[in-house]
């Protein structure tokens, strides 16, 4: 239990140690590049089944310059979500993340993750993951691509293990569905997530707010989360920030973020 609270608690430890640095608080802050475009140095997988740095199939690589989440060694997907796990967490940032849908699904692909990937922030470590857990215990910029007809938005809500509040009611519906366009194709899309400690979380495409929600914690009904909470408080007000695998080709040509002042 001991080491389990360590390794929950030391992103926290770090982020503490970020807000000593005058210079990495500043809100005019030049944007930090999390992606070098070469390899996926400071970056680590965690995908269900394997244990955390185990990058089962090659799911998560560099190609063209981009980060590329691919299933060609795959067989079948055997419900082996992945998340790719930026080695510093954060409090207070902006995040800016370019991605676009490619290719086709695997075939035993969940039906709901047609299109679907998404950005996972104020999340736990995955050395703290279970071996066989799906998802981190997080906030999740949900990342949509359209049908050829219908709507359907982008840089929605998910919440695995958490709640928020919105309109000051605590929302415990696990998607909420956010006022974006469609998106279409293989078209590149850019999300920006402003994160505000435990305070505000604000989700952005082509600078237009389309989300907003507040005071995100943890969920005590959830497994997973109850894992964490016999230790640390409930509310969050930072963590990690990882990209997610859930079945269809995907690619992110630009993950890049900045401080703000708390």
Same mark, same amino acid.
């Given at each position: 239990?001991?080491n389990r609270?360590l390794?929950?608690?030391?992103?926290?430890?770090?982020? &503490?140690?970020?807000? *000593?640095?005058?210079?990495?608080?500043?809100?005019?802050?030049?944007?930090?590049q999390l992606f070098?475009g070469?390899?996926? &140095?400071? /970056?680590? &997988?965690?995908?269900?089944?394997?244990?955390?740095g185990?990058?089962?199939?090659?799911?998560?690589?560099? #190609?063209d310059?981009?980060? =590329?989440v691919?299933? %060609?060694?795959?067989?079948?997907?055997?419900?082996?979500f992945?998340?790719?796990?930026?080695e510093t967490?954060?409090?207070?940032?902006?995040?800016?993340?370019?991605y676009? @849908?490619?290719?086709? =699904?695997?075939a035993?692909g969940?039906? /709901?993750? /047609?299109?679907?990937?998404g950005?996972?922030?104020?999340?736990?470590?995955?050395?703290?993951?279970?071996?066989? =857990?799906d998802?981190?215990?997080?906030i999740?910029v949900?990342?949509l691509?359209g049908?050829d007809?219908?709507?359907?938005s982008?840089?929605?809500?998910c919440?695995?293990?958490?709640?928020?509040?919105?309109?000051d009611?605590?929302?415990?519906?696990? *998607?909420?569905?956010?006022?974006?366009?469609?998106y279409?194709?293989d078209? /590149?899309?850019?999300?920006?997530?402003?994160?505000?400690?435990?305070?505000?979380?604000?989700?952005?495409? $082509?600078?237009?707010? #389309?989300?907003?929600?507040n005071?995100?914690?943890?969920?005590?009904?959830?497994? %997973?989360a109850?894992a964490?909470l016999? $230790?640390v408080?409930?509310?969050?007000t930072?963590?990690?920030?990882?990209?997610?695998?859930?079945?269809h080709?995907?690619? @992110?040509r630009?993950?890049?973020?900045?401080?703000?002042?708390?």
């Open positions: 239990m001991r609270l390794l929950y608690l030391l992103p926290f430890l770090l982020l &503490a140690i970020q807000s *000593c640095r005058p210079e990495r608080a500043d809100p005019d802050a030049e944007w930090i070098n070469s390899d996926l &140095a400071g /970056w680590t &997988a965690k995908i269900s089944g394997y244990g955390v185990e990058n089962f199939g090659d799911t998560f690589r560099v #190609v310059r981009k980060i =590329q691919a299933y %060609d060694n795959y067989e079948s997907f055997d419900d082996r992945g998340h790719l796990f930026y967490p954060f409090s207070n940032y902006q995040l800016r993340v370019e676009r @849908f490619i290719g086709e =699904q695997l035993d969940p039906g /709901w993750a /047609w299109r679907n990937s950005i996972m922030v104020h999340g736990q470590s995955p050395e703290t993951m279970g071996r066989d =857990q998802f981190p215990v997080s999740e949900q990342l691509g049908r007809t219908g709507e359907r982008t840089a929605n809500l919440t695995p293990g958490t709640h928020v509040v919105m309109d009611d605590l929302v415990t519906t696990h *998607c909420i569905d956010s006022a974006s366009a469609t279409r194709g078209q /590149w899309v850019a999300v920006e997530v402003e994160v505000r400690g435990g305070e505000v979380i604000t989700h952005s495409i $082509d600078g237009e707010s #389309v989300l907003s929600y005071q995100p914690q943890l969920d005590s009904t959830d497994v %997973d109850q964490l016999a $230790d408080p409930t509310m969050l930072g963590g990690t920030i990882s990209l997610q695998s859930e079945s080709p995907v690619e @992110f630009k993950v890049e973020l900045r401080v703000l002042d708390e």
